[in-house]
T-cell receptor, first 113, second 111 residues
């Protein structure tokens, strides 16, 4: 079992470019989340999904989009990258509810210059 | 709504004890604790639920005072492996609330 995998590990984008951060889980969890982590600021929820076909905004959704066509995959799309989106992005899953233990992927470190 | 953690940082010698606090200005449904080592993903430690239920994987103890809207994580007889940043996350309003994380407490354990 790989758990939660994220690709790429690192990426440098130019301002205005777009990209998709991939997240895949093999835990058969319904709940999936995208967080961003800025130095000294904790984790902020961007988007979440309670199951295939259902997504909703978190605290900081502006500049991002998500889709959830399968239980396994939850990609995060950045359109028109801005320096403010420089951060470490973590995907996470939980099995029982949004209030359950969360399992995090290894993260993607994104720099926008 | 972001919970407030204290202290921001603490340095210990192996074998010493530490307490990390997490407080909220709103009534809490649950408190979650995670540890993150440098360059790695956060790892689950414990959930404390309103009503007294606790779920955890490690031999780390914590308390949840619903009246005071706060939780404390107790690290006793610390080991080098305890080093990292500890985050509390809080939920409000029931089992379907999203987790809101504090800014973290950096713990360094020295030999």
């Amino acid at each position: 079992n790989a758990g939660v995998t994220q690709t790429p590990k690192f990426r440098i984008l130019k301002i205005g470019q777009s990209m998709t951060l991939q997240c895949t889980q093999d835990m058969n969890h319904n709940y999936m989340y995208w967080y961003r982590q800025d130095p000294g600021m904790g984790l902020k929820l961007i988007y979440y999904s309670v199951g295939a076909g259902i997504t909703d905004k978190g605290e900081v959704p502006n500049g991002y989009n998500v889709s959830r066509s399968t239980t396994e995959d939850f990609p995060l799309r950045l359109e028109l990258a801005a320096p403010s989106q420089t951060s470490v992005y973590f995907c996470a899953t939980s099995g029982t509810s949004r209030n359950g233990e969360q399992y995090f992927g290894p993260g993607t470190r994104l720099t926008v210059t | 709504q972001q919970p407030v953690q204290s202290p921001q940082a603490v340095i210990l010698r192996e074998g010493e004890d530490a307490v990390i606090n997490c407080s909220s200005s709103k009534a809490l449904y649950s408190v979650h604790w995670y540890r993150q080592k440098h360059g790695e993903a956060p790892v689950f430690l414990m959930i404390l639920l309103k009503g007294g239920e606790q779920k955890g994987h490690e031999k780390i103890s914590a308390s949840f005072n619903e009246k005071k809207q706060q939780s404390s994580l107790y690290l006793t007889a610390s080991q080098l492996s305890y080093s990292g940043t500890y985050f509390c996350g809080t939920t409000y309003g029931g089992s379907q609330g999203n987790l809101i994380f504090g800014k973290g407490t950096k713990l360094s354990v020295k030999p």
